[in-house]
Nanobody, 126 residues
């Protein structure tokens, strides 16, 4: 079973930036599609971004496209989420997730990811 450990969350003012990291261990990194989800208090968990660790194809939620960038470092078995121009509505617990196999257009659904990290809190003040 793969283990995911997120880091990099914190408190930032609106307009600021943060970079989240997700360190992956216990599996073959290039076998996975890696994603970031987030969950705000009282709201459902929502898809943020995904990257294929083998070919690097990326996907973004409309709410973050143009502000967030997902990337990977295969040598370090790590996935990153660079978050710029942060808004108060980006405040949430951010989770890293790993999934194997082809998911097609269903990459936005949490059930397609078998392994999850513990989450890292991002708080954006206005």
């Amino acid at each position: 079973q793969v283990r995911l450990v997120e880091s990099g969350g914190g408190l930032v003012q609106a307009g600021g930036s943060l970079r989240l990291s997700c360190a992956v261990s216990g599996g073959t990194f290039s076998d996975y599609g890696m994603a970031w989800f987030r969950q705000a208090p009282g709201k459902a968990r929502e898809f943020v971004s995904r990257i294929s660790t083998s070919v690097g194809i990326t996907y973004y939620a409309d709410s973050v496209r143009g502000r967030f960038t997902i990337s990977k470092d295969n040598a370090k078995n790590t996935v990153y989420l660079q978050m710029n121009s942060l808004k108060p509505e980006d405040t949430a617990l951010y989770y890293c997730a790993a999934g194997r196999g082809y998911v097609g257009s269903n990459y936005i659904y949490a059930q397609n990811y078998a392994d999850w990290g513990q989450g890292t809190q991002v708080t954006v003040s206005s």
